[in-house]
């Protein structure tokens, strides 16, 4: 079992521009969530993807969307990209039956913007 | 906002126990409080979760208060590879998987 898998590892992008991150879920998990997280600081939550649908989010603008496939993987989409929205961007899988249980969270996609 | 607080950092020796404190004076009745972990540069890993009762697995204990208000992890032998920062998760969460982090802890194993 591979676990949580983001790709890619490292992205650097400029100002405006646009990205696009990857997560693949461990096997059997069919949630997908996604969390950004500052130098320094703890892993900030973005939204929820479950039945591909988004089902929660967190206090993010629009600028940042995301979408969920059949296969359960996900993508976060961030548009216009600004200096702040350097982070490291982390995925996290379960089970929507299990919320209570553990998450599973990926190695993370570090974004830097210039 | 994060609605724990936690120490910003400890020390502790190796083989020792590591205890691990945690304020979430607002928690609900029916949130459960999870604890996870993040070694540098690496994605947070899961250690344990519990709702009133005491809870044991292999990694860690939790033990929390019968007013629910605080909970102590406890690590009973810590070794060097239990460097890392350790988040108490809890209110706010609304047991929907959705998790709040605080800053957490900044434990350090020193041999």
């Known amino acids: 079992d591979a676990g949580v898998t983001q790709s890619p590892t490292h992205l650097i992008k400029t100002r405006g521009q646009q990205v696009t991150l990857r997560c693949s879920p461990k096997s059997g998990h069919d949630t997908v969530s996604w969390y950004q997280q500052a130098l320094g600081q703890g892993p900030q939550f973005i939204f929820q993807y479950y039945e591909e649908e988004e089902r929660q989010r967190g206090n993010f603008p629009d600028r940042f969307s995301g979408h969920q496939f059949p296969n359960y993987s996900s993508e976060l989409n961030v548009n216009a990209l600004l200096l702040g929205d350097s982070a490291l961007y982390l995925c996290?899988?379960?089970?929507?039956?299990?919320?209570?249980?553990?998450?599973?969270f990926g190695p993370g996609t570090r974004l830097t913007v210039l | 906002d994060a609605k724990t607080t936690q120490p910003t950092s400890m020390d502790c020796a190796e083989g020792r126990a590591a205890n691990l404190p945690c304020n979430h004076s607002?928690?609900?009745?029916?949130?459960?409080v999870y604890w996870y972990r993040q070694i540098h540069s690496q994605g947070p890993q899961y250690i344990i979760h519990g709702l009133k009762n005491n809870e044991t697995n292999e990694m860690a204990s939790l033990i929390i208060t019968e007013d629910r208000k605080s909970s102590t992890l406890i690590l009973p032998h810590a070794t060097l590879r239990d460097t890392a920062v350790y988040y108490c998760i809890g209110p706010g969460s609304g047991n929907t998987g959705k998790l709040i982090f605080g800053q957490g802890t900044t434990l350090q194993v020193k041999p």
């Open positions: 996290a899988s379960s089970l929507r039956t299990g919320w209570w249980n553990e998450q599973f």
């Open positions: 607002t928690i609900s009745g029916n949130e459960y």
